[in-house]
């Protein structure tokens, strides 16, 4: 079945949506926060994400949302404020991007090991040396096998949105997992859209009040975080947080059955869309604002008779391997783009690619796979370049072994 992205509801009389205003990414994602009635902000804004933090203090200081905003010194602290605030039952926003991401590596794995549910945004930004700002996913990737929630999002709507999703996600007592909104850096912390703003009612019915309960940290409540557990208990630690990013696949689909609810039949599947690939024989997936090329060249495809259709997925921890099987079982063949590096990894693919046909191996009818790497650094993926992914794509399924094939696009000669 194709899945494609329905528009918020056009009347805001119900309730259900209150405004319209015309928003960049990061805008979106400040909104969201304001309506997710955060508690706690800890900001050291670093380009590209540096205006979600910018109009998150402009919204305090015009009165319009009341939250205690803590400028920290360094991404190392911003990011163990938000973890810390957590703990003693705060609902806590902070974010990065690139480098900074990195410098806080020991506050983010602790936090996902001591099972807190925080946000953080990450403003896609390419990895220095060489210096970069533009957009690169191995920053939020980095995360991924920590025990982390990873989720990105292609459109400043879906940022707002995804805000309240992922709280409600996160901090579900099934869950406790912290969660990673990944943005990509320009492309969409950047560009604007029309934002239909949900009303603060439909927002709080949708996503409950903060409680950790009996974890919550609290001279009333003494319990240990974090003890020195060694050979004695780290493997049965382990195992908890493993079933808990289990677990989680379960509530996503509940938290989307939820919004969908309140806001309309606005995500026909969870982890993923599906564009215009009812009958295809070959698609492309990728993550991101990849989707916007895409799917413009599955437009133009689809008008000379071509049988292309695109995947966006939108959810990659916990990945949704029996859903994502299924669906890329149906196609001859199936293109990986890779905005990432994973340099000296198995046939020299992308991060997404291993993901993928790892996904793919057990099935029946696997397609055949090809890799594509591009957008690095920020370099634009044209329309012109996924016309030429799909030829690439499309001929896979004519060769005899095509899975370890990769092609590097829009690399200077």
Not at 195 to 208: D, E, G, H, Q
Not at 342 to 357: F, K, V, Y
Request: proline share 5%; net charge negative; with cysteine.
């Amino acid at each position: 079945m194709t899945v494609t992205m329905e528009k918020p509801k056009s009347g805001m009389s119900d309730g259900v949506y209150e405004r319209e205003e015309l928003l960049n990414g990061c805008q979106a994602v400040a909104q969201g926060v304001c309506l997710a009635d955060v508690d706690v902000i800890a900001a050291y804004p670093i380009r590209p994400y540096t205006e979600v933090m910018d109009a998150l203090s402009k919204l305090i200081a015009d009165g319009a949302f009341d939250a205690e905003y803590i400028i920290a010194d360094s991404e190392h602290s911003q990011f163990e404020i938000v973890k810390h605030a957590s703990s003693v039952n705060a609902r806590a926003f902070g974010g990065s991007s690139g480098t900074g991401w990195m410098y806080g590596m020991e506050a983010l794995t602790v936090t996902a090991t001591d099972r807190l549910p925080p946000m953080f945004v990450v403003g896609n930004r390419a990895l220095d040396d060489p210096g970069a700002f533009g957009v690169e996913h191995n920053d939020a990737m980095a995360v991924r096998d920590l025990g982390w929630l990873l989720c990105w999002v292609t459109t400043p709507q879906e940022a707002l949105e995804h805000v309240l999703i992922g709280y409600r996600v996160a901090e579900d007592k099934n869950v406790r997992m912290p969660m990673a909104l990944a943005i990509d850096g320009a492309f969409l912390t950047h560009s604007q859209h029309i934002v239909k703003i949900p009303s603060v009612a439909a927002a709080k019915k949708f996503l409950p009040q903060y409680d950790l309960a009996e974890r919550r940290l609290h001279p009333d409540n003494p319990i240990s975080v974090a003890p020195q557990a060694n050979e004695d208990w780290v493997m049965e630690i382990r195992r908890q947080n493993w079933e808990a990013a289990k677990r989680a696949r379960g509530v996503i689909k509940e938290a989307y059955k939820e919004f969908n609810a309140i806001f309309g039949e606005r995500y026909a599947q969870p982890y993923f869309d599906e564009y215009m690939t009812d009958d295809a024989e070959t698609v492309l997936i990728g993550v991101g604002t990849v989707a916007a090329p895409g799917r413009t060249a599955v437009k133009r495809l689809r008008e000379k008779g071509h049988k292309v259709g695109y995947v966006n997925l939108r959810w990659f921890r916990p990945f949704p391997t029996e859903e994502l099987r299924a669906c890329l079982s149906r196609f001859k063949s199936v293109g990986v783009v890779d905005r990432d590096f994973a340099h000296g990894s198995p046939d020299n693919c992308g991060i997404l690619m291993h993901e993928i046909r790892s996904c793919l191996y057990p099935a029946k009818n696997r397609p055949a796979i090809v890799n594509f790497i591009g957008g690095l650094g920020g370099r634009d993926l044209s329309i012109a370049d996924a016309q030429k992914m799909f030829d690439i794509t499309a001929q896979a399924a004519k060769k005899d072994s095509m899975d370890g094939y990769i092609t590097w696009i829009g690399l200077r000669e």
